[in-house]
């Protein structure tokens, strides 16, 4: 079984600072990404995919790939408090096209 | 509105008994899922399924059971052979097998 990696926090931000959380990965094939956010009690909801070496942007969020070193991770500029939620990184495993998810990262934006 | 709707919201059950989850999606995706969350904990997959009539067993299959008769549907029932049953439960979809999965709202469920 292949694993993906987050620390688990909280990690405690500032208002309006950015918002770094980080996933590593066992999988070097893996080639699909995910960010979730989920509010606590709620169910998870997609931020962002990225599917390519580098960056990809969306607002205030951005995703960074880097396939060689096997870690994704997510950028939050501006954070809000309304940012503060656990995020899950998810990969798709190569073998058998199954998403792998990470436990997730407490975020907490101070303001 | 396209979306996954999980039914009940919340739910109790008396120790012994069988207990079905709804999960339904109109968004015509081929692939659904049963994830189970526990307290603090990340997801683990129950049983997923990629086709009609056809389904998988996840990591933690042990004690539940699914059926998957149409495209639409994927219910899964809690029997009393699980130990501890009481955790958030999470329905899921995606278009295909290699694209990013949606969720449902979950359906919390607590043994009395």
């Known amino acids: 079984q292949k694993e993906v990696e987050q620390n688990s926090g909280p990690l405690s931000v500032p208002e309006g600072a950015i918002a770094s959380l980080n996933c590593t990965y066992s999988d070097r094939v893996s080639q699909s990404f995910f960010w979730y956010r989920q509010y606590s009690g709620k169910s998870p909801e997609l931020i962002m995919s990225i599917y390519s070496n580098g960056d990809k942007e969306d607002g205030r969020f951005t995703a960074q790939l880097n396939k060689a070193s096997q870690y994704v991770s997510l950028l939050i500029r501006d954070s809000q408090p309304s940012d503060s939620a656990t995020y899950l990184c998810a990969v798709i495993q190569d073998s058998n096209y199954q998403l792998i998810w990470g436990a997730g990262t407490k975020l907490i934006i101070k303001p | 509105d396209g979306g996954i709707t999980q039914s009940p919201k919340y739910l109790f059950r008396k120790e012994g008994q069988n207990v079905t989850l709804s999960c339904e999606q109109n968004?015509?995706?081929?692939?659904m899922y049963w994830y189970r969350q526990d307290p603090g904990q990340g997801l683990r997959l129950i049983y997923y399924?990629?086709?009609?009539?056809?389904?998988q067993k996840g990591d933690i299959a042990e004690g539940y059971s699914v059926s998957r008769e149409k495209k639409e549907s994927f219910p899964l029932t809690v029997t009393s052979a699980q130990k501890n049953p009481t955790a958030f439960y999470l329905c899921?979809?995606?278009?295909?097998?290699?694209?990013?999965?949606?969720f449902g709202q979950g359906t919390r469920l607590t043994v009395v």
């Open positions: 968004l015509n995706h081929d692939a």
């Open positions: 399924s990629q086709i009609v009539n056809d389904f």
């Open positions: 899921a979809s995606s278009s295909w097998v290699n694209t990013e999965a949606f």
